[in-house]
């Protein structure tokens, strides 16, 4: 049996710059990280998209399975031995109990990746990649439902700034940790 893998969750709305933060992370960590996320999934084109974007399939009712399978996939790399560097956004009080339960056990460091507004609407339309509003609806929410290990902000933090804290506070974390805080709540 190997040991489980450690889990860096970065957590924050979209074009906070959790991907540009993950791939800095995961060239200067010590061990060997996967970078998982929804984006790295569809990318490789796992899902159905061409048949989604025809209508064809519903997303809303692909959505709810393909999340339950998203977080336990979490658990399941990790438990098999995985070092985990999660993009996500914690967009409901379900979701984020679900993790709490399914990665219950495990080593997670909770990173809550933050930015201002205007910055993240001025990042979602340069990326042109995502549909405008879901940058200020992911603000109002993520971020109200999380107790954190460490709190970054990237609205005017250089990334190797970031990534310097970020490596500093994961070695010098201690138990229990956000995780565990928000369970025994």
Request: proline content about 6%; charged content about 25%.
């Given at each position: 049996m ?60 692909l ?28 967009e ?6 679900r993790?709490?339960?399914l ?29 405008l ?53």
């Amino acid at each position: 049996m190997v040991p489980p893998g450690k889990i860096i969750l970065l957590n924050g709305p979209s074009s906070a710059g959790k991907s540009t933060l993950a791939r800095r992370l995961q060239a200067v960590l010590p061990q060997p990280f996967w970078n998982y996320s929804i984006d790295e999934l569809r990318a490789t084109k796992i899902l159905p998209w061409e048949r989604i974007e025809s209508g064809e399939f519903r997303w809303p009712q692909l959505r709810p399975q393909f999340f339950e399978g998203f977080h336990r996939s979490l658990a399941a790399f990790a438990q098999s031995g995985n070092n985990l560097i999660v993009e996500y956004i914690v967009e409901t009080r379900d979701w984020m109990d679900r993790l709490l339960t399914l990665l219950d056990g495990l080593d997670v460091f909770f990173v809550g990746l933050h930015c201002e507004l205007p910055e993240l609407e001025r990042r979602e339309v340069a990326r042109g990649d995502r549909r405008l509003g879901e940058a200020r609806t992911d603000f109002e929410t993520t971020h109200r439902l999380c107790t954190y290990d460490l709190e970054l902000d990237s609205t005017a933090t250089p990334v190797d700034v970031m990534v310097a804290r970020l490596v500093r506070a994961w070695g010098n974390r201690a138990a229990p940790g956000a995780f565990g805080r928000m369970r025994a709540r």
